[in-house]
């Protein structure tokens, strides 16, 4: 139960959170939709989020940090699932490469590419991403919020622990504490926390 309540809150906490200038309706994007063994899949892309500003200091030696958050719901809003993956990127100085690391599904992955545009492409590309383990007929969205440096270093290891927990322990085992954690943070979060934010939702489907 209490994994229901926090996926249908979540979603609604984030759509509200972005700033007010946002608050029209978002626009939408074509998503490819994927009926996999496990569930259901999606690919998009979401490369927008990183202006050109923010493509120049990749390079800086700093980390740059995303957050993607993915909901799915209904026509009448009911949200059904929710996924999200935080990932860094990092230029190493010395041996003058990217080092990427993704978190989702687990366990981090980390990987070195030789230039930033295959950096961009290893966290803002999903190609057949597992979002949900069951979809209910009808028609559906997806509803998307990605985040460039969210401020909040406590936001980025409460991901960590949900993504950590997978869909069958947080069914069970999801404790009020970090349900807490989440909501405070979606409810306080000021306008322009993020240094750049993005979102969309898909066409309607049926899966």
């Given at each position: 139960?209490?994994?229901?309540?926090?996926?249908?809150l979540?979603?609604?906490?984030?759509?509200?959170?972005?700033?007010?200038?946002a608050?029209?309706?978002?626009?939408?994007?074509?998503?490819?939709?994927?009926?996999?063994?496990?569930?259901?899949?999606i690919?998009?892309?979401?490369?927008?989020?990183?202006?050109?500003?923010?493509?120049?200091?990749?390079?800086?030696?700093l980390p740059?940090?995303?957050?993607?958050?993915?909901a799915?719901?209904?026509?009448?809003?009911?949200t059904?699932?929710?996924?999200?993956?935080?990932?860094?990127?990092?230029?190493?100085l010395?041996?003058?490469?990217?080092?990427?690391?993704?978190t989702a599904?687990?366990a981090?992955?980390t990987?070195?590419?030789?230039?930033a545009?295959?950096a961009i492409?290893?966290?803002?590309?999903?190609?057949?991403?597992?979002?949900?383990?069951?979809a209910?007929?009808?028609?559906l969205?997806?509803?998307v919020?990605?985040?460039?440096?969210?401020v909040?270093e406590?936001?980025?290891?409460?991901i960590h622990r949900?993504?950590?927990?997978?869909?069958s322990?947080?069914?069970?085992?999801?404790?009020?504490?970090?349900f807490?954690s989440?909501?405070?943070?979606l409810?306080d979060r000021r306008?322009?926390?993020a240094?750049?934010?993005?979102?969309?939702?898909?066409?309607?489907?049926?899966?």
């Amino acid at each position: 139960m209490w994994q229901r309540l926090t996926t249908a809150l979540l979603v609604a906490l984030f759509c509200i959170a972005i700033p007010a200038s946002a608050n029209k309706t978002p626009p939408v994007r074509r998503v490819g939709i994927h009926r996999t063994e496990s569930g259901l899949a999606i690919s998009t892309r979401f490369r927008d989020v990183f202006s050109r500003d923010i493509r120049q200091r990749l390079t800086s030696g700093l980390p740059t940090r995303l957050v993607a958050h993915v909901a799915l719901e209904d026509e009448k809003g009911r949200t059904h699932a929710y996924w999200a993956q935080s990932a860094s990127i990092v230029y190493d100085l010395w041996n003058e490469d990217f080092v990427v690391t993704l978190t989702a599904d687990r366990a981090p992955r980390t990987t070195r590419v030789p230039t930033a545009d295959q950096a961009i492409d290893r966290v803002a590309i999903l190609r057949r991403q597992p979002i949900a383990a069951n979809a209910p007929p009808g028609p559906l969205r997806l509803q998307v919020l990605v985040e460039i440096n969210p401020v909040s270093e406590e936001m980025l290891r409460n991901i960590h622990r949900w993504i950590a927990r997978g869909d069958s322990d947080a069914q069970h085992t999801l404790g009020r504490n970090f349900f807490g954690s989440f909501v405070g943070y979606l409810v306080d979060r000021r306008i322009g926390q993020a240094e750049r934010e993005v979102r969309f939702v898909s066409q309607w489907f049926t899966p």
